[in-house]
Nanobody, 115 residues
Framework: QVQLVESGGGLVQPGGSLRLSCAVYGSIYSIYAMAWYRQAPGKERELIARIDSGGEINYADTVKGRFTISRNNVKTMVYLQMNNLKSEDTAVYYC?????????WGQGTQVTVSS
């Protein structure tokens, strides 16, 4: 079992920055990839950043160059640094783990980009 808890969302002005955190609990050894997704109102949930157990990282084109995914050395925390935020980044952001037993999701954290 893997449990995920996100934090760090909020309201930010366009051009601003936020850092999201995801605390990972449970069977950490079974995880082979961690990812951040987001879902805007009326839209499907989309994958925006992923890091696998070997450290390989991939980003969606919509956030490449602005967002950075990272983790701590013991893999109990995953972060999403978001810079130069735009109004279209407004969404609920979810942490996701892919592990031997399947997939786990956090509860989501709201990010609103508005002046």
């Amino acid at each position: 079992q893997v449990q995920l808890v996100e934090s760090g969302g909020g309201l930010v002005q366009p051009g601003g920055s936020l850092r999201l955190s995801c605390a990972v609990y449970g069977s950490i050894y079974s995880i082979y990839a961690m990812a951040w997704y987001r879902q805007a109102p009326g839209k499907e949930r989309e994958l925006i950043a992923r890091i696998d157990s070997g450290g390989e990282i991939n980003y969606a084109d919509t956030v490449k160059g602005r967002f950075t995914i990272s983790r701590n050395n013991v893999k109990t925390m995953v972060y999403l640094q978001m810079n130069n935020l735009k109004s279209e980044d407004t969404a609920v952001y979810y942490c996701n783990s892919q592990h031997q037993a399947g997939s786990s999701w956090g509860q989501g954290t709201q990010v609103t980009v508005s002046s």
